[in-house]
């Protein structure tokens, strides 16, 4: 990670590792979301608040570029809205 980008990534194994992903505000950043298991109803992640939605099929690793221009807390969950994660801009 450097000042220009900032990068984290989450295992996705019946539920989200870790659950709050911290990121800076005004600086881009990506979430690389890995589901490594079949436990729970995980195979897709979404969040409204975010503009993100996309599947994850065991042990593929995808990416999404998160808006950091705004400061708070926004939810991401699995598709049916069971599982959730946090992701806190600040
Ligand atoms: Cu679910």
Redesign the pocket.
């Known amino acids: 990670m450097n000042e220009n980008t900032q990068e984290v990534k989450v295992e996705v194994a019946g539920g989200y590792n870790p659950e709050v992903v911290n990121l800076k505000k005004g600086v881009p950043a990506k979430i690389s979301f890995t589901r490594t298991n079949e436990q729970?109803?995980?195979d897709v992640v979404h969040s409204k608040k975010l503009g993100f939605e996309e599947e994850l099929p065991i042990n593929v690793t995808k990416t999404v570029d998160v808006p950091t221009d705004k400061a708070g807390e926004f939810d991401f969950s699995?598709?049916?809205?069971?599982?959730f994660g946090k992701v806190v801009i600040k």
């Open positions: 729970g109803c995980l699995c598709g049916m809205d069971m599982f």
